[in-house]
C-alpha cells in the first residue's frame, strides 16, 4: 500500500511507524485510521518491535480530524467509532510489543492511539489528555475503557470529567507512561528498550503480551460496544455540534445540555 499519511520503516528487526502530518499536528483523519490499520495487519517482515510516534516535533496525535467529526449524525458517528476501535484493538493485539513513542501533544485520540500500545514512553515536553467532553462529545476510539484500566477509575474519570492535560512527570506518577526522557533522547531509549526486548525468545515475549493483555482486559469487548453506542448518541446532540463548530471557529463553546 502507498502510505499518504505514515511512515513504516523497518530497521535491524524494528519496525517504526510515524504518524506523518505535522502540519496538521499528526491529527487522526478517517484515511490515516485505515493507513495505520493496514500497516499494523501487514508489519515488514522481520519486525520483532514496533515504535509508533508522531512527525514533527510538537506532536504525537494532537487528536482526531474535528473537521471530519463535525459533520458527523447519530448513525455515521457509530461508525468512526468502531473504526477506531478496530485500529486500537489492532495495535494492542498486535503479535509484537508495540512501544509508543509519546513526543509531544497526546490528545484525544492521540491519548487513544498512546493507550493501545504495550509500553509507552514519553517526552519531557509531551501533554496528555482526553478533552473530548470540552467538545460536548465523549472518547470514542477505547478511552473510556483502556484509561481506567491503567491509571485507575478515579484519575480517569478526573482525567475525562475535566478535560484537562497532564504533564509527563505527571503521567509518569500515575503510570500512564513507563518512563520519561529528554527529547532528543526519547527515540534512542525507546530503541534501546527494543534491543532488550529483541534478545529474549520472541515467541515467548509474544505469548506472555498476550496473556497479559488479555488477562488484564477482562469485558473489553462489551465495554467498548458501549462507548460506541453512546459515541453515537451524544453525536447526536446539539450539544456536539456547538462544541465541534467553536472549536473549529476557535471561540467558546455555549452549552446548552441538548
Known amino acids: 500500500m502507498d502510505y499518504q499519511n505514515i511512515l513504516v520503516v523497518l530497521d535491524d528487526g524494528i519496525t517504526t511507524v510515524t504518524v506523518n502530518r505535522p502540519d496538521k499536528l499528526n491529527a487522526l483523519n478517517d484515511e490515516t485510521i485505515s493507513e495505520l490499520t493496514h500497516a499494523f495487519l501487514n508489519l515488514p517482515d522481520g519486525t520483532a518491535v514496533v515504535i509508533l510516534t508522531g512527525a514533527g516535533e510538537k506532536a504525537f496525535v494532537a487528536g482526531a480530524d474535528i473537521a471530519e467529526l463535525v459533520r458527523m449524525t447519530a448513525v455515521s458517528a457509530k461508525d468512526v467509532s468502531a473504526k ?15 512501544i509508543g513513542a509519546v513526543n509531544g501533544f497526546a490528545l484525544g485520540a492521540g491519548l487513544e492511539t498512546a493507550l493501545s500500545c504495550h509500553i509507552r514512553y514519553a517526552s519531557e515536553l509531551a501533554k496528555m489528555g482526553l478533552p473530548e467532553v ?16 491503567i491509571v485507575g477509575l478515579g484519575r480517569a474519570i478526573e482525567m475525562v470529567a475535566t478535560g484537562q492535560m497532564v504533564g509527563a512527570d505527571d503521567a509518569f506518577r500515575m503510570g500512564l507512561v513507563n518512563k520519561v526522557c529528554a527529547p532528543d533522547e526519547l527515540m534512542g531509549e525507546c530503541r534501546k528498550l527494543a534491543g532488550k526486548i529483541m534478545k529474549n525468545g520472541p515467541i515467548a515475549v509474544s505469548y506472555a503480551i498476550d496473556a497479559m493483555v488479555r488477562g488484564a482486559n477482562p469485558g473489553l469487548g462489551e465495554g467498548l460496544a458501549i462507548e460506541e453506542i453512546l459515541f453515537g448518541l451524544v453525536s447526536s446532540t446539539a450539544d456536539v455540534k456547538e462544541g465541534l463548530t467553536a472549536f473549529l471557529e476557535r471561540r467558546k463553546a455555549e452549552f446548552k445540555g441538548e
Open 84 to 98: 477506531g476501535q478496530l485500529l486500537f484493538s489492532t495495535i494492542e493485539g498486535c503479535s509484537v510489543p508495540v
Open 134 to 149: 470540552t467538545l460536548g462529545i465523549i472518547p470514542g476510539y477505547g478511552g473510556t475503557q483502556r484509561l481506567p484500566r
